[in-house]
């Protein structure tokens, strides 16, 4: 099994940022890629950023240009910088991982981001 555990979330005022955490524990070996969704009420969970072992990476159009995912392989760790946020973001975060190219087979718990305008 995998355990992750997602940080950083919180308020902020629209065109502030956050930089969400993600730390990876267990049977590591059997991920290749991180991810994070988001969920906001009353919506279905959406791909927002993926990350692949070599680096590769994917984002949502909504978010291009604004988030960047990162991943420190070493510490079995990714990242989530988020700048210029907007209202429309604020959802509750969630880290997955697993096969890249694939929905994730282990979830983190979310954390909550809320975006004031």
């Known amino acids: 099994q995998v355990q992750l555990v997602e940080s950083g979330g919180g308020l902020v005022q629209a065109g502030g940022s956050l930089r969400l955490s993600c730390a990876a524990s267990?049977?590591?070996?059997?991920?290749?890629?991180m991810a994070w969704y988001r969920q906001a009420p009353g919506k279905q969970r959406e791909l927002v950023a993926r990350?692949?072992?070599?680096?590769?990476?994917n984002y949502v159009d909504s978010v291009k240009g604004r988030f960047t995912i990162s991943r420190d392989n070493a510490k079995n760790t990714a990242y989530l910088q988020m700048n210029s946020l907007k209202p429309e973001d604020t959802a509750v975060y969630y880290c997955?991982?697993?096969?890249?190219?694939?929905?994730?087979?282990?979830w983190g718990q979310g954390t909550q981001v809320t975006v004031s305008s």
């Open positions: 267990g049977a590591t070996f059997r991920i290749n890629g």
């Open positions: 997955g991982a697993g096969n890249y190219y694939l929905r994730p087979d282990y």
């Open positions: 990350i692949s072992s070599g680096g590769s990476t």
